[in-house]
């Protein structure tokens, strides 16, 4: 699965468009609409390359041969080659990836003529049905990242093309360059500025063009990098996958200034000497990296080159302040924990919001069992969804760990004039043999239903037997889990996040402290 598509889950930005700016993107879009429009992307360009960087991102094999059958794999969707570019059972986000040509790599990993060829026809096949400006397709973040896709795979596909392919490639080339060069900016986020910057960087170097606005940009890139990262080297957004490809995203912008012999801003160097060992706090066991949200897999090889090519050695901090996250480790495997109370996205659409309050992840030996752990509280009145976004608080956390394992623990009081929320969770981790436990204490002034909920793998597999559950590995290894609340239920996630969902429910009366113990043990 390739990367970009998760960065389609654009978490909200701390920046705010003015008034003034979302007047003058709507007049911009009514002209992009205009067929004048396409008319004024037209020129002349040289039909080459005057730097090829170099890309060392890996890629998939295995997508490779699927891509090459006619089998595009975007995340849990997927389309057939008949179905291109925008087939309406794909969701936007693996529309995006489709249209961000990080697949590529995929074709280059089977590295056989074939995969050249069929690299050349879909690319070819692109410029065809999207000559002319499109809302999803000329994105600019889109853009960007196709642009500095093939810019950087130029020599796999490109180096043994013939004239006819080349001409329509360094046409449509420059076409998306101009757009780009006038629009990068009118993104809703930071990081998608980013993205989209980072290739229209590429596109000045690597073809010469405008290249008068290159010391304007490089500012532009110093600001955007100290507004999103925080003291403590984590990400403005607190995903850590946006974490991984930011960081991914301007060790790329680095290796290509040096290979084009010109300075690299300063913020750029410290940002990747800072944000490298906070990639390395996310890691689970199994190599992959945390979601907080829903669960999307990145390949390890991948997180793998983006800490070489960093070039920041060390084990990984237990702790991100700035950034609201803790990582208690222990013999068996390890937790992930989020101490700032924030709406982080739901696993999948259809089901609501949690109180984003010490949600957590849990990886045992080299498996990730537990992708979203959190808790969901509903009331008469409606108050808990609305009122905890807007709610102030006092948190503490403690993260400990001695010879028995380790053990984390949180409190949470609410500060709202109208209502009163309080919760504490305490998580222990044993060194010894597959024991996980868990507590919680919540309080509340009204009445309520809650439900601990707990998110599985998507290769586990839960079963219901009695008063038992039983979650299982594909290699046959077996958790049973216990708790204090007998009300619990098993459910099956979406199509588009095929995982299982374990509901641990109960009633809450006002002002009453009610207390809930679980347990995931080795059986």
Request: aromatic share 10%; hydrophobic share 40%.
């Amino acid at each position: 699965m390739s990367a970009y598509l998760h960065l389609q889950q654009w978490p909200v930005d701390p920046e705010k468009t003015s008034v003034l700016h979302a007047v003058n993107q709507k007049i911009r879009l009514v002209w992009q609409n205009n067929p004048l429009y396409s008319l004024s992307l037209s020129g002349r360009g040289t039909p080459n390359l005057k730097l090829i960087p170099s890309d060392s991102w890996p890629g998939n094999l295995t997508e490779g041969r699927q891509i090459i059958e006619g089998k595009f794999v975007l995340g849990s969707e997927s389309t057939l080659l008949q179905y291109l570019w925008y087939p309406k059972h794909l969701s936007n986000a693996a529309l995006a990836e489709l249209h961000s040509f990080e697949w590529l790599r995929h074709l280059r990993a089977h590295g056989e003529n074939i995969a050249r060829r069929t690299a050349r026809q879909l690319i070819l096949n692109w410029i065809d049905r999207n000559q002319n400006w499109q809302t999803l397709a000329w994105r600019p973040d889109i853009i960007g990242n196709r642009l500095s896709n093939w810019i950087g795979l130029y020599d796999f596909f490109c180096a043994s093309a013939d004239e006819t392919f080349r001409y329509q490639f360094f046409k449509s080339l420059y076409r998306q360059a101009r757009h780009l060069s006038r629009c990068w900016m009118d993104v809703p986020t930071s990081a998608q500025k980013l993205y989209a910057l980072h290739g229209l960087i590429h596109i000045i170097i690597c073809l010469e063009h405008e290249t008068h606005r290159l010391p304007s940009l490089l500012n532009h890139l110093d600001k955007l990098v100290n507004r999103q990262i925080f003291a403590d080297g984590g990400h403005c957004s607190r995903s850590p996958i946006l974490q991984l490809m930011v960081l991914r995203l301007l060790i790329d912008l680095k290796a290509l200034l040096r290979q084009a012999s010109i300075a690299l801003p300063d913020s750029v160097n410290q940002a990747i000497q800072m944000m490298a060992p906070l990639v390395r706090l996310f890691r689970h066991t199994d190599g992959g990296i945390a979601c907080f949200g829903p669960y999307q897999k990145i390949s390890p090889n991948l997180i793998d080159m983006v800490l070489t090519l960093s070039d920041v050695r060390g084990r990984p901090p237990q702790q991100a302040d700035e950034m609201g996250y803790e990582r208690a480790t222990a013999k068996t495997g390890l937790i992930l924990f989020n101490k700032t109370p924030t709406l982080l996205r739901s696993p999948c659409n259809n089901i609501e919001e949690g109180t984003g309050i010490f949600n957590f992840e849990w990886s045992s030996a080299k498996r990730r069992i537990i992708t979203y752990a959190d808790l969901v509280l509903q009331s008469d009145r409606g108050l808990y969804a609305q009122a905890l976004k807007s709610s102030h608080g006092h948190l503490q956390v403690r993260n400990k760990t001695h010879i028995e394992g380790a053990l984390i623990e949180g409190d949470y009081q609410s500060h709202h004039p109208t209502w009163s929320f309080a919760q504490a969770r305490s998580l222990y981790l044993s060194n010894k043999e597959l024991d996980f436990r868990g507590e919680e204490v919540i309080l509340s002034h009204l009445p309520a239903m809650f439900a601990l909920r707990f998110v599985f793998h998507p290769d586990l597999r839960v079963t219901h037997h009695g008063k038992k559950i039983y979650i299982e590995t594909p290699e046959g290894q077996r958790w049973a889990f216990m708790s204090n609340c007998t009300e619990m239920q098993i459910e099956q996630l979406d199509t588009s996040y095929p995982a299982q969902m374990l509901l641990v429910m109960g009633h809450l009366s006002a002002n009453k402290t009610q207390q809930i113990r679980w347990a995931f043990r080795g059986n």
